[in-house]
């Protein structure tokens, strides 16, 4: 009885009508803190995950080649989409859980799955053979137990008044960039402990630049859930702050229960704009390791090292985004912003189409060590037309490292380089204009849906995310080793001005549930 009456009181509105009287606050201070000590909770789940996800992104592709010979490019677009194949699956199912449960049990139940992903990730070398396969499971369960981001944004969206709700996403959000930002950062600076590391063999652990992130990410999760059970409580704001502020006659049911007053156009174009800003923003850290080792020769390492330099910046910079969305917010509208976020994107896209006449390094590689080798050199005449001067030459005794872009991919004999200034303008465009996008489609997505409860459609959402997720490494590993970056960034320039135009055609239905209501009251 206890138990029950506790679990009421949690739920119990913090914004309520008292009989005979209009919409006021009985919030007490205590219930005020108790409330945003959990919203702070959610916020820091959200940092945990995103760093479960960005701390061994740059680092998939060398530990895939290093445990399993086999792999290919094709197979990390696999390996990564995975990730939100099961993102896509769980938030569905944990948003319709948080519904009719307390949020408690599945945010627990999703962290202690990614947990045990974790710990899998970890042990990916451990099997005798087909050890791609057990990374490929193991990222699927760490995206499955991501998909808790659907309940997490559900909780704040119902937590918060919507005075509160604009800054709130925005907390989240830049809690989940800080996340991106760290994530890298911190497999940045484990590349110290070398691809060998140290082995444990009694436990059969091999701790090295590969896997210490995976295990740092098991650790965060069980803090994660710690943090939960101690101070996570339940917490409901109403709409009926909104309710008096359109002077609404009647009680909260009429409102949270009004299905037919949802704009379903709006939400389908929220649901939409979602998936182009990630399947954008998931081809692009895909692609990132292949290209810059295929552009600019770089070893697996130093793909990693100099990549996670690059994610800590766009991730610096997504933070200040974040902030200054807080006080453009109250004199730019909502769709304004979000439109300038798509021409940026579509910006960052279009730099990074190849252009001029210089042309990436071909890989070249060394025969085992006392044999003889040959080197192969590129040459283009006039017409742009790859030459081969293959010289034999002794073997100098030394282990070369196969860089720069591989025979195999016949366009690197025909299509220009992308230079290093294009790429790094591009992450500059593309990581002011995907937090931009991020956090107001958020926004927008939770105001159009008024005051029923969000757990269900902010699973939706979050599946139109993953499903990006999912297709962005899919579409990578399929076009960008047969066709390269030309016909990989084309496509995407296409998508984003779609979405763009997209927002302009439905300009005047992305509004909130209360403004809608009160003007459908007026007609």
């Not at 599946?463 to 076009?479: D, E, H, W, Y």
């Amino acid at each position: 009885m206890e138990t029950a009456q506790a679990e009421a009181d949690e739920r119990r509105p913090l914004l309520h009508v008292e009989p005979g009287s209009e919409a006021t606050l009985v919030e007490t201070l205590q219930e005020n803190r108790s409330r945003w000590r959990s919203i702070r909770v959610m916020y820091l789940t959200m940092f945990f995950s995103s760093i479960g996800f960005s701390i061994v992104v740059s680092s998939i592709w060398p530990f895939l080649q290093k445990v399993d010979k086999t792999a290919d490019t094709s197979f990390l677009g696999w390996i990564i989409a995975v990730y939100s194949l099961g993102q896509m699956i769980a938030s569905v199912l944990f948003g319709a859980w948080s519904n009719y449960r307390p949020r408690r049990e599945p945010l627990i139940i999703s962290i202690l799955i990614n947990v045990a992903a974790n710990i899998l990730y970890g042990y990916a070398h451990a099997p005798p053979s087909h050890n791609k396969y057990y990374m490929l499971l193991a990222r699927a369960f760490v995206g499955f137990g991501a998909g808790n981001v659907a309940v997490v944004r559900s909780y704040v969206a119902g937590a918060t008044s919507l005075e509160e709700r604009n800054s709130a996403m925005a907390n989240i959000s830049a809690c989940q960039a800080l996340g991106f930002i760290l994530g890298p950062a911190l497999q940045t600076a484990m590349t110290s402990i070398g691809s060998t590391g140290i082995f444990w063999k009694m436990i059969n652990l091999q701790l090295n630049m590969y896997t210490a992130p995976a295990f740092l990410g098991a650790f965060l999760g069980i803090l994660n859930i710690i943090l939960i059970i101690a101070l996570f409580r339940e917490h409901c704001v109403t709409d009926l702050e909104r309710a008096k502020s359109i002077n609404v006659q009647g009680n909260s049911e009429t409102l949270e229960n009004s299905d037919g007053d949802i704009d379903l156009g709006a939400v389908v174009t929220c649901n939409i704009l979602f998936f182009i800003i990630f399947f954008a923003f998931a081809m692009f850290e895909t692609i990132a390791t292949p290209l810059t080792m295929d552009m600019y020769a770089w070893t697996g390492k130093q793909a990693v090292l100099y990549n996670g330099l690059l994610l800590v910046g766009a991730g610096v910079e997504s933070i200040a985004v974040f902030m200054a969305i807080k006080f453009l917010s109250k004199r730019i509208e909502d769709r304004q912003m979000l439109l300038g976020g798509f021409i940026l994107i579509f910006v960052g896209f279009f730099v990074l189409l190849p252009w001029g006449n210089q042309y990436p390094p071909i890989q070249w590689a060394e025969l085992k060590n006392g044999s003889n080798s040959s080197s192969a050199e590129i040459k283009y005449d006039e017409s742009s037309i790859a030459a081969w001067n293959v010289l034999s030459q002794p073997s100098l005794g030394l282990d070369a490292i196969a860089v720069g872009c591989p025979v195999q991919q016949a366009w690197c004999q025909y299509t220009p380089i992308i230079h290093l200034a294009q790429y790094i303008g591009s992450v500059i465009l593309i990581g002011v204009g995907y937090p931009v996008c991020s956090v107001l489609s958020y926004t927008l997505y939770s105001k159009i849906l008024g005051p029923k409860p969000q757990g269900v459609y902010m699973g939706w959402l979050t599946a139109s995310g993953s499903g990006a997720r999912t297709l962005g490494p899919t579409f990578v590993g399929q076009v960008y080793p047969r066709y390269g970056p030309r016909w990989t960034f084309g496509p995407i320039c296409g998508m984003v001005m779609a979405a763009a135009i997209l927002v302009g055609l439905m300009y005047k239905k992305l509004i909130g549930f209360s403004i809608r209501y009160q003007t459908l009251q007026q007609c």
